[in-house]
């Protein structure tokens, strides 16, 4: 595995296979890998010819700046386990690099940004977006690939990528969840005992909730529920927990062909997210513990 930082041995890696005619995937992550994130080199591994992982800590998407120094850095081993898993370039812009003295240009994706994390982390998807689309201008990837777990930023790259026209096909993948059915998030790592028990009771609401929904309960009931459920494990403040539509994010009242259930809450200081697709044939409204 080839490890570059400047965007210039990015550019001449990425030349060099394309002008093979090689199909070229990247995976955008912060770091502080896990096994979701490998999830997602192994489905690149299946989309593309070669694989590039970018490791940056968008300073630009974090509203909150103690969440941003305390936010996971374990650069060594996250090499090593990208090695193990096959990705070809490990790419490490540096900060000066991806915003240069008198950078000036953000990207805002109006309307899909606006609720839910947007509002309840002013900025965070125009640090995403901005990010998104200078990773993607500079490694020039034919595909790119985003965990399901961070929902409404996957449904807000693909608006941008669309929107700007990027030749860039935005694959998501299905989020990975540990025996307990915990959404794996390198935020996990940073939870106390406490939290680190209550933690998968986030998932297990969003799953009640939803089989209620597909039984017929009413929406509100069904979140109610889920909401007491939080609260009994110790999760407040709870900044949301809501079924919307799957494209717009817009709430939606009754069930409804494609909707989803999302939910932010957080557990002392750490703060969690997660979803799931509320739909009587996916994987995650039939989730079972892994083996
Ligand atoms: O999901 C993440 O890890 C980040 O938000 C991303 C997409 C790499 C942009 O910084």
Redesign the pocket.
């Known amino acids: 595995m080839q490890t570059v930082r400047e965007s210039i041995g990015l550019r001449a890696a990425v030349a060099a296979w394309k002008a093979q005619g090689l199909r070229v995937a990247l995976v ?3 770091g502080a890998l896990h096994a979701g994130h490998l999830a997602l080199v192994a489905a690149a591994k299946e989309q593309a010819h070669r694989v590039a992982v970018s490791i ?1 800590v ?1 300073p630009l ?1 974090f509203n909150d700046p103690a969440d941003l120094d305390r936010y996971p850095r374990t650069e060594e081993a996250d090499a090593e386990a990208l090695r193990e898993a096959g990705a070809d370039l490990l790419w490490l812009p540096t900060p000066d690099s991806l915003y240069p003295e008198g950078f000036a240009t953000t990207v805002h994706v109006a309307g899909v940004s606006d609720r839910w994390e947007g509002e309840h982390r002013p900025g965070h998807f125009d640090g ?1 977006a901005t ?2 689309a200078k990773l993607f201008v500079a490694a020039a990837p034919d595909v790119a690939l ?1 965990g399901e777990k ?1 929902y409404q ?1 996957l449904a807000v790259i693909r608006r941008m990528t669309s929107d700007l026209g990027l030749p860039v096909d935005i694959v998501g993948h299905a989020t990975v969840r540990d025996s307990e059915g915990l959404a794996l998030s390198s935020r996990n790592a940073l939870l106390d005992e406490a939290g680190r028990a209550a933690a998968p009771t986030l998932g297990a609401a969003l799953r009640e909730a939803g089989a209620a929904i597909l039984a017929g309960e009413r929406v509100e009931a069904a979140l109610s529920a889920a909401r007491a459920r939080l609260d009994a494990a110790g999760f407040g403040p709870v900044d949301y927990l809501a079924y919307v539509d799957a494209d717009t994010l817009e709430p939606l009242a009754e069930r409804r062909e494609n909707g989803r259930l999302i939910v932010a809450a957080f557990h002392g200081k750490i703060r969690l997210i997660d979803n799931i697709c509320v739909d009587p044939d996916t994987v995650d409204g039939s989730w079972s513990p892994r083996r």
């Open positions: 955008p992550t912060m940056f968008n998407q995403v990010v998104v985003f961070d930023q």
